[in-house]
């Protein structure tokens, strides 16, 4: 995992861009370089986000976004996002899975508690959220500006929720798999 930075600026922005990708993003408009600049001038001002890059540690190639937002030290939670596997050979990989796992055990140094929106038509994103131990929010909601993409009531999203408890018991059930990703 690296930090967004000028170098993954054409990536991202390709990847963003791509219909067969960006169909559950909250991303209102196509993304050019000038606008992805402004909004890394802006990103680097912000300590309430982050944005990460997925790279394969063996030939350094990137394959994907992850990232946070509206991190709260002081209540112990931030929103977990910014999911998108931009190249569709990382399906199903171990390095998606690792990167799964870094994103979260270094976010987890912070908070006690992630958040993530995901859309109600998003079946893999609903999936791996859960196989990674998200739930659904039974409690009150903590961010009821995500319940919908952009506010279009066509596109409602569910606030799921992981504590670091239940991140750690999840992790259990997959350390002899993450000993192997590690190693490598």
Not at 13 to 28: E, G, K, V, Y
Not at 30 to 36: D, G, I, V
Not at 148 to 164: L, M, N
Request: with cysteine; aromatic share 14%; net charge negative.
């Amino acid at each position: 995992m690296e930090e967004i930075q000028p170098k993954y600026f054409e990536p991202v922005i390709r990847w963003r861009n791509d219909t067969a990708l960006n169909h559950f993003l909250n991303q209102p408009e196509r993304l050019t370089m000038e606008k992805e600049e402004a909004w890394y001038e802006r990103y680097l001002e912000d300590s309430t986000q982050g944005f990460l890059i997925m790279v394969d540690k063996k030939d350094g190639t990137p394959f994907g976004t992850l990232g946070w937002t509206d991190m709260d030290p002081e209540r112990r939670q931030c929103i977990s996002g910014r999911l998108l596997l931009g190249n569709s050979t990382y399906r199903n990989s171990g390095q998606l899975l690792e990167s799964f796992f870094l994103h979260s055990d270094y976010l987890y140094q912070f908070v006690d508690r992630m958040y993530a929106h995901i859309g109600v038509k998003n079946r893999k994103a609903l999936h791996i959220n859960r196989l990674l131990g998200f739930h659904p929010n039974e409690a009150e909601i903590q961010y009821p500006a995500e319940l919908f993409v952009k506010g279009d009531h066509a596109r409602p999203q569910i606030e799921y929720v992981r504590t670091v408890q239940e991140y750690e018991r999840k992790k259990e059930k997959f350390a002899g798999i993450l000993d192997v990703l590690y190693e490598e």
